[in-house]
């Protein structure tokens, strides 16, 4: 079984440049979440998708980040435009049922923003 | 904030020693998992404890759920220097919310 795919995994942009990371999750698995990871820091969820619905996008700053997931399978996480702030790694991870499953997480992408 | 906090921040123990790290939380929750992310990976799943469950055993790890302390712990026996990483637990609350703690960075030395 493939497990949850990430590109790029390494991004270097200046700040209020635009970025995009895309992610593949597990096949069959129905939800689908964004982390942030700061260096030192826990993950913290940005979004979480059930299908192609957004479940939870509480913690997502909305002016500058945004998220699909068309036809519910693979997503796209946007940062624009991006801040220093926004350096960190940006994880996608997928489970097979809300909520009471076990997640399965993608390698990450590591953003720089100079 | 719900998120689990994790305690000690670090651990640095000698191979072949047992490791027990601590997770307490804030709210109700419908289960904990514990995850463990070696340097620059993704995070792997070690094990998940329901809230109506006390104990659970997987190969060399033990957790515990005490829901009344609203706390965990993690116990890695026989360590070995492969288990050297950062383990995170994460809560997920009755509105099926995810918070994950800030981790514990383990260090076995050989």
């Known amino acids: 079984e493939a497990g949850v795919a990430q590109s790029p995994r390494y991004k270097i942009i200046e700040k209020r440049q635009s970025v995009a990371f895309w992610c593949n999750p597990i096949s069959g698995h129905a939800t689908l979440y964004w982390y942030q990871q700061i260096l030192g820091q826990g993950p913290k969820l940005l979004i979480q998708f059930q299908n192609n619905g957004v479940v939870d996008d509480s913690q997502l700053p909305k002016d500058r980040f945004s998220a699909e997931r068309l036809k519910g399978v693979d997503s796209t996480l946007k940062i624009q435009p991006a801040k220093l702030e926004d350096s960190a790694v940006y994880l996608c991870?997928?489970?097979?049922?809300?909520?009471?499953?076990?997640?399965?997480f993608g390698p990450g992408t590591r953003l720089l923003v100079l | 904030s719900q998120q689990g906090e994790e305690d000690p921040q670090a651990l640095s123990i000698q191979e072949g020693e047992n490791a027990t790290m601590n997770c307490s939380y804030k709210t109700s929750i419908n289960n904990l998992q514990w995850y463990r992310q070696n340097s620059g990976r993704g995070l792997v799943h070690l094990i998940l404890i329901r809230s109506n469950e006390r104990e659970k055993h997987s190969g060399r790890l033990r957790v515990t759920l005490d829901t009344s302390k609203k706390s965990s712990s993690l116990l890695i026996t026989a360590s070995r220097a492969a288990d050297t990483a950062s383990y995170f637990c994460a809560t997920e609350n009755n509105f099926n919310k995810f918070y994950f703690g800030s981790g514990t960075k383990l260090n076995v030395k050989p």
């Open positions: 991870a997928s489970s097979s049922l809300q909520g009471t499953g076990t997640q399965y």
